[in-house]
């Protein structure tokens, strides 16, 4: 079992940063794979990065690519995701997400929600134009 807390989020103008943080807890830190995801008001969530479990490989929805940057920290037990030249079409509640890595056996996989195990409990983002 593994528990997320997010922290940050908030308003921001167009072009402005953010970063997002999560903490997991649990004993198996290093065995996740570790994402962020993003629901717009009447959208169905969608994914936005994914960093493997032991930080070696990335990946971003091409909406992000260059402007987004996941990270994590396997000492503090602790994923970032730092959003710069922000748009108003990133205004959505983002989540993050853990999931064991056994799971995820092609690229697709990190893709889908449903491949990940534990969520954090949302954090707004508002970016305005």
Avoid: H
């Avoid at 990065?49 to 503090?76: E, H, L, M, P, Q």
């Amino acid at each position: 079992q593994a528990q997320l807390v997010q922290s940050g989020g908030g308003l921001v103008q167009a072009g402005g940063s953010l970063r997002l943080s999560c903490s997991v807890s649990g004993r198996t830190f290093s065995s996740y794979v570790l994402g962020w995801f993003r629901q717009a008001p009447g959208k169905e969530r969608e994914f936005v990065a994914v960093i493997s479990s032991n930080g070696g490989s990335t990946n971003y929805a091409d909406s992000v690519k260059g402007r987004f940057t996941i990270s994590r920290d396997n000492v503090k037990n602790m994923v970032y995701v730092q959003m710069n030249s922000l748009e108003p079409e990133d205004t959505a509640v983002y989540y993050c997400a853990a999931g064991e890595r056994t799971k995820f056996r092609f690229v697709f996989d990190y893709y889908s929600d449903r491949k990940y195990d534990y969520w954090g409990q949302g954090t707004q983002v508002t970016v305005s134009s």
